[in-house]
């Protein structure tokens, strides 16, 4: 059973952070690049960060890039994503997702095979 699961969100302030952990089971981790995306109301699903099957190729968003870290345990299948200097813009239902292919593939154009169920992450004073 493939199955990706988000945890780690919650509510911090402003310049706060978090780090969201995804655990992965039912396929090789060793080649699929992994991703973390977000949505929040009304705005469309955006890439916030990938990181390709052996974690040497990584992908940021102009808007994250500088306060947020993308890592992988290929070991233990998990993948993190440390967030910090968090803005109330960030505040949205976070994702990971996995897809056999490149960081660019996964992330930019936003082509997954497998998804979790998402962790809110909320930023407000």
């Known amino acids: 059973q493939v199955q990706l699961v988000e945890s780690g969100g919650g509510l911090v302030q402003p310049g706060g952070s978090l780090r969201l952990s995804c655990a992965i089971s039912?396929?090789?981790?060793?080649?699929?690049?992994i991703g973390w995306f977000r949505q929040a109301p009304g705005k469309e699903r955006e890439g916030v960060s990938c990181?390709?099957?052996?974690?040497?190729?990584?992908y940021y968003a102009d808007s994250v890039t500088g306060r947020f870290t993308i890592s992988r345990d290929n070991v233990r299948n998990m993948v993190f994503l440390q967030m910090n200097s968090l803005k109330p813009e960030d505040t949205a239902v976070y994702y990971c997702?996995?897809?056999?292919?490149?960081?660019?593939?996964?992330?930019?154009?936003?082509?997954?095979?497998?998804w979790g169920q998402g962790t809110q992450v909320t930023v407000s004073s």
């Open positions: 997702a996995a897809r056999p292919a490149t960081v660019q593939s996964l992330c930019v154009t936003i082509g997954a095979d497998y």
């Open positions: 039912g396929f090789n981790l060793d080649y699929y690049a």
């Open positions: 990181i390709s099957s052996r974690g040497l190729n990584t």
